[in-house]
């Protein structure tokens, strides 16, 4: 099979182009993945994660990364996008990051008292960010994000959260999940405390607080996503609205911080919120997040106040060294080098490279690649133009493949001209199977096994695991096995 040799951590040198190879295995990944689904429910730790959302029994389980590159338990090496669900920019085991945290750890993670590595990331911060007067750090978004809540409710004494109810996720807490397909466990109560508006819609905003007056305490969304950027006026239409209603404002920046900018989008687009909220590529993996804004809001859980305070991000891990040390390391080599240049740059070539392999297939209008080039993603239509699970999932299958693990083609800087050229050639290959389908109206015959499906969806199915032998799916056919377990029609990013 196709080995990577030589790799450097740093991820900074060529790689010669991964080719198709008939004979890749992923035979041990898919033993490892079935012992995880006993241990682990779901059998992953995160949703976007999880099997359901790659080809049946070709999910790899992976042992290392090296730059833009991965390897898993069967050996194989692939050209990884998605990259830590958006979380790692600067590539796997990239060599002044995870040296900075070593030397951390050696003088110990954990204290009893603040460490100097909470006061220098704070500060590095704080310039880092023109809209943060204070900032606290913790180990993941959903801590953040709930948190900013909890401040605006308490500054506010209003109760509603207002989220945009068309981007994907903002926290693991009920008080957004009740918003989702995954309601259970959540009580009416809680579910009716949080409302939703579109994005770009500045009159939907406007209905909600109509809707509400004077009960919405905070307004949350991401300035933008892969797909969509804010219509003029729109940002600052909402700084309007929360300046004269009182809610407070809040930008989530866990994707577009230190991907859109070192700064994050509310520094390309000009709109300071009242709060903020951090993670993914901070510390390039390392568990690292960050709620930062107005000091009169964030002193609200702090000691420089006689009102009632919030309980906010008191956490045993939340200043462990080893992620404030990722994140200075992280901060260090954006300093030296314009990280989101490059990442745009390289993400402009796959983009090119792809729509070129697509329209030399015949197949411009049914693969498409879609976003800012530092954030993209790709849509996979049918042979009628509709989008597609079964044909996205076969998408999946050819990329593997021949070498690319792609839930998406979210880059890094560490992608080099030898990994997009790889991806593109694997591209032009997968989209040669990719055109019998359509030309047979099917992916009958070419799909092994069921369809992905949504990662937030209400039931397991149409991806339920088999209970035994006689339910093992994995003989049938991409469209049969949709169709038996009522397969979903949207697509899946990652």
């Not at 409302?195 to 770009?200: D, I």
């Not at 509310?266 to 993996?285: E, F, M």
Request: net charge negative; glycine share 10%.
């Amino acid at each position: 099979m196709t080995q990577v040799v030589g790799t450097p951590r740093s991820g900074t040198t060529s790689h010669a182009p991964t080719l198709p190879d008939a004979s890749r295995s992923f035979a041990r990944s898919a033993a490892a993945q079935r012992r995880l689904h006993e241990l682990v429910p779901g059998g992953a730790h995160t949703y976007a994660r999880g099997s359901d959302q790659y080809p049946e029994n070709m999910a790899p389980v992976l042992v290392r990364g090296a730059g833009a590159r991965v390897q898993d338990v069967d050996g194989n090496w692939l050209v990884e996008y998605g990259m830590g669900l958006r979380a790692v920019t600067l590539g796997h085991g990239y060599e002044p990051v995870v040296d900075a945290v070593a030397r951390a750890a050696r003088d110990g993670v954990n204290f009893s008292r603040p460490t100097v590595w909470e006061l220098r990331a704070a500060e590095r911060f704080c310039a880092q960010v023109a809209g943060a007067e204070m900032v606290k750090f913790a180990k993941n978004g959903s801590d953040v994000t709930t948190a900013a809540v909890k401040l605006a409710r308490v500054a506010t004494g209003r109760d509603l959260v207002a989220v945009c109810s068309t981007q994907p996720f903002f926290s693991t807490d009920d008080w957004f999940v009740s918003t989702t397909a995954m309601t259970a466990g959540i009580p009416q109560p809680h579910r009716d405390l949080t409302v939703g508006f579109r994005y770009n819609d500045l009159d939907s905003v406007r209905a909600v607080l109509d809707a509400h007056p004077g009960r919405v305490a905070a307004l949350i969304l991401e300035q933008a996503t892969a797909t969509a950027e804010p219509a003029p006026g729109f940002l600052e239409g909402l700084r309007e609205l929360a300046d004269r209603d009182g809610f407070v404002l809040i930008f989530d920046e866990m994707i577009t911080g230190m991907r859109w900018a070192t700064g994050g989008a509310q520094s390309v687009y000009g709109v300071v919120p009242d709060l903020s909220t951090w993670g993914k590529a901070l510390g390039n993996g390392f568990s690292v997040s960050a709620l930062a804004g107005r000091a009169d809001l964030m002193e609200v859980g702090g000691l420089n106040t006689d009102a009632s305070r919030a309980f906010l991000l008191s956490t045993t891990h939340g200043a462990e060294t080893t992620g404030l040390a990722a994140y200075l390391a992280v901060a260090d080599a954006y300093a030296e080098r314009d990280v989101v240049s490059v990442m745009e740059a390289q993400g402009e070539k796959l983009r090119r490279g792809v729509e070129a392999a697509a329209a030399e297939a015949g197949l411009a209008e049914r693969v498409t690649v879609m976003g800012r080039a530092s954030c993209l993603v790709f849509g996979t239509r049918d042979h009628e133009g509709n989008p597609s699970q079964a044909f996205r999932t076969l998408f999946l299958q050819e990329l593997l493949r021949r070498g690319v693990l792609a839930q998406s083609f979210v880059i890094s800087a560490a992608h080099t001209d030898a990994d997009v050229a790889a991806t593109v050639e694997a591209v032009r290959g997968a989209l040669t199977v990719y055109a019998r389908a359509v030309d047979a109206g099917t992916t009958d015959g070419l799909l092994r096994g069921r369809p992905v499906a949504p990662a937030m969806r209400e039931h397991a199915a149409p991806r339920r695991l088999p209970d035994g032998p006689g339910d093992d799916v994995e003989g049938k056919t991409g469209e049969q096995a949709g169709a038996r377990a009522g397969r979903e029609s949207t697509e899946v990013g990652s």
